[in-house]
């Protein structure tokens, strides 16, 4: 949905309910963060100081996002003049769109991080979105679009990264991989890369847009306890089952965890299917015999009315829901992620 806004699409509005009504109505809210878990006594300590005891635990705490890791980022972002955005912050995504719109000429760059990322088809799709906003408004000869990615690929899945190239070299955006924004001089209006090809060679590049996806993590509530996490800190779950590696009566689901899927709401959805079978079945003694297969997709919107939609499993081979080719672009899967997916979100997803 923050690409649609940042393209100008759809409205921040949109994407706001609030948190009560998205909860099932026999929950218990508790209006607090977790600050700890102690697993071994099956409770978490909230920020309050409040201890809550658990039978069975699901974790859900998603990626925590880094902007500061970035030298110059935060300043630039709070710069309202500066040509500086993000889709990737609540705050921030109400900018990018403006900026995209002000930019006549120049040096149009968006960026992918050397980290996992939320929905990490989206740093491209707000380039494709721009570069036909550019063509639409008759400035795109005037405007160098750049991707530069600090993945060895730009999509994970062949037969989709092999679109994405054609689609990129029709329209003329340059696709560096292997390149890490590390700096950024907003008063030079100038981005420092670093190459991940060995070289660690770095370079200097002007812009006149900079979009910047933020390198992004497990949360720190995660990593101060290596016994629920890998080495990285992500919550350590069986692929298959989603439950916790060491601790039985805790499961994970979505971007906190160590499932090597795509982190975006497809998959989630699939694994909130597994979660809710696995643990109903753990709360009746009965093995559980259903398996996540890694299913994630990636509505990959290539611009104003068109989309490639990828779906794929772990082994990143095609998992296509519809009987044509979705390696091409189509009208009807761009309905479906404008209009369908949000609609399915909030009425299915949520409830």
Same mark, same amino acid.
């Given at each position: ?40 006594? @099956? ?78 088809g989206a740093p491209q799709k707000i380039a494709y979105i721009a570069e036909d906003y550019f063509r639409k408004k008759k400035v795109r000869d005037n405007v160098k679009v750049v ?113 090597? @899927? ?90």
């Amino acid at each position: 949905m923050f690409t649609l806004i940042g393209g100008g699409i759809r409205s921040l509005e949109a994407s706001k309910r609030p948190m009560k009504d998205t909860l099932p109505s026999n929950a218990k809210w508790f209006e607090d963060n977790v600050i700890s878990f102690e697993p071994t006594q @099956n409770q978490v300590t909230m920020s309050n100081g409040d201890t809550v005891e658990y039978e069975i635990m699901i974790v859900a705490v998603g990626l925590q996002l880094y902007w500061e890791k970035i030298p110059g980022l935060v300043k630039s972002l709070k710069d309202g003049l500066s040509q500086v955005c993000s889709i990737y912050g609540s705050d921030t995504v109400v900018n990018v769109f403006p900026k995209i719109a002000r930019t006549q000429e120049g040096t149009a760059i968006f960026t992918f991080p050397n980290s996992p990322v939320k929905c990490p088809g989206a740093p491209q799709k707000i380039a494709y979105i721009a570069e036909d906003y550019f063509r639409k408004k008759k400035v795109r000869d005037n405007v160098k679009v750049v991707y530069n990615t600090a993945l060895p690929v730009i999509f994970g899945v062949k037969k989709y990264a092999d679109s994405l190239w054609d689609v990129c070299k029709q329209r003329n955006i340059t696709v560096n991989v292997q390149t890490n924004l590390v700096e950024i001089d907003p008063v030079k209006q100038e981005a420092v890369f670093q190459k991940l090809d060995g070289s660690n060679e770095t370079f200097v590049e002007k812009y006149s847009l900079l979009h910047v996806c933020p390198p992004m993590g497990p949360p720190d509530v995660l990593k101060k306890h290596p016994s629920l996490t890998n080495e990285v800190g992500f919550l350590t779950v069986d692929p298959k089952t989603l439950r916790h590696t060491k601790y039985p009566n805790i499961y994970g689901i979505g971007d906190c965890t160590s499932t090597p @899927n795509s982190k975006t709401m497809a998959a989630i959805a699939a694994q909130g299917k597994v979660l809710y079978k696995n643990i109903i079945d753990d709360l009746a003694g009965k093995p559980m015999t259903m398996a996540y297969n890694g299913y994630s997709s990636c509505p990959l919107v290539t611009g104003y009315n068109k989309c490639i939609l990828a779906e794929f499993d772990y082994n990143l081979q095609p998992l296509e829901t519809f009987p044509v080719n979705q390696g091409r672009e189509y009208f009807f899967t761009y309905l479906l992620k404008t209009y369908v997916f949000p609609l399915l979100y909030w009425n299915l997803m949520t409830r």
